[in-house]
Antibody, heavy 120, light 107 residues
Framework: EVQLVESGGGLVQPGGSLRLSCAAS????????MHWVRQAPGEGLVWVSR????????SYADSVKGRFTISRDNAENTLYLQMNSLRDEDTAVYYC?????????????WGKGTTVTVSS | DIQMTQSPSSVSASVGDRVTITCRAS??????LAWYQQKPGKAPKLLIY???SLQSGVPSRFSGSGSGTDFTLTINSLQPEDFATYYC?????????FGGGTRVEIK
């Protein structure tokens, strides 16, 4: 079964840092692009970042550029999101997601999400 | 960035109805469009990709059409499990962007 399981969310003060992890299973992780997508409470979906299959290329939403870093460990089948200089507006559920095989830039697998709350 | 605008923001419908949701891109995206369904407290689910291709396992009452800037998701014979929020997403270029969502409610 294809599965993505996020961890690392929690409560953090503004200006703080957090690292999210996503354990992938049931597919060849090293072959797939991956994305992080977030959803603030009661709001819509917002794409955050993507990484290609070998980790050599990344992209970020302007709202997180310079503060967040996406990375992966293909030996451990794990995706990461390092979040620094967190702001109130980063409060959201963060979903680890898989790019649909074939590099379509669509998302065909979603984790259950991990909640990040930025508050003093 | 490409802006995606969905309409309506919400729709009330009954079981058995046909529901149509529209998504407009701020610039042409060919057929690089997906539709997702999200139920409360759950992760989204891919329904349609490449504007009109049905994702594996998705019921055939869901269909998508359009190209360029205007797209439509149609749900034929609405079922109780279809009451949810639907999002479009463009896959033409980064940053990937989603529409604001359309909530399908029970009339």
């Amino acid at each position: 079964e294809v599965q993505l399981v996020e961890s690392g969310g929690g409560l953090v003060q503004p200006g703080g840092s957090l690292r999210l992890s996503c354990a992938a299973s049931g597919f060849t992780f090293s072959s797939q692009w991956m994305h992080w997508v977030r959803q603030a409470p009661g709001e819509g979906l917002v794409w955050v970042s993507r990484i290609n299959s070998d980790g050599s290329s990344t992209s970020y939403a302007d709202s997180v550029k310079g503060r967040f870093t996406i990375s992966r460990d293909n030996a451990e089948n794990t995706l990461y999101l390092q979040m620094n200089s967190l702001r109130d507006e980063d409060t959201a559920v963060y979903y680890c997601t898989r790019d649909k095989p074939g590099n379509y830039y669509y998302i065909d697998v979603w984790g259950k999400g991990t909640t990040v709350t930025v508050s003093s | 960035d490409i802006q995606m605008t969905q309409s309506p923001s919400s729709v009330s419908a009954s079981v058995g109805d046909r529901v149509t949701i529209t998504c407009r891109a701020s610039q042409g995206i060919s057929s690089w469009l997906a539709w997702y369904q999200q139920k409360p407290g759950k992760a989204p689910k891919l329904l349609i990709y490449a504007a009109s291709s049905l994702q594996s396992g998705v019921p055939s009452r869901f269909s998508g059409s359009g190209s360029g800037t205007d797209f439509t998701l149609t749900i034929n014979s609405l079922q109780p499990e279809d009451f949810a929020t639907y999002y479009c997403q463009q896959g033409n270029s980064f940053p990937l962007t989603f529409g604001g969502g359309t909530r399908v409610e029970i009339k």
